[in-house]
């Protein structure tokens, strides 16, 4: 089953800010939560590593900054401000970790099950 989203615009200065403590330092999340699909901003602060190993698939385009992905299986890659990745759920199992602080765009959602 398929979503309708209309169109919209998303004007990100009027969404609230949610505080998720990391292991170390802290990400702060604003959410638009649509049928099946789920869009955030979301900054990681200097130091920032995730408190989780994460299982759910993801597009993220990093906009400012850098990141790490940890994979628990061993090894990682970095991407920087202009660089995305995309894994569909239950693929993988990653964390991120942020030495100088990022901004990311992060889309989720069904289109990412098995």
């Given at each position: 089953m398929s979503a309708h989203i209309p169109f919209q615009t998303i004007d990100w200065s009027a969404v609230e800010k949610t505080v998720h403590p990391g292991e170390n330092g802290t990400a702060w999340w604003q959410t638009l939560q649509l049928p099946g699909l789920r869009i955030r901003m979301v900054t990681y602060s200097p130091g920032y590593l995730a408190d989780h190993w994460?299982?759910?698939?993801?597009?993220?385009?990093?906009?400012?900054?850098?990141?790490?992905?940890?994979?628990?299986?061993?090894?990682?890659?970095?991407?920087?401000?202009?660089?995305s990745y995309v894994v569909s759920d239950e693929?993988?199992?990653h964390r991120s970790v942020s030495a100088t602080g990022v901004k990311l765009l992060i889309v989720d959602g069904d289109f990412l099950k098995p």
């Open positions: 994460c299982q759910k698939g993801h597009v993220v385009h990093c906009l400012e900054g850098a990141f790490i992905s940890e994979f628990e299986n061993g090894g990682s890659v970095e991407l920087s401000a202009g660089m693929l993988s199992s």
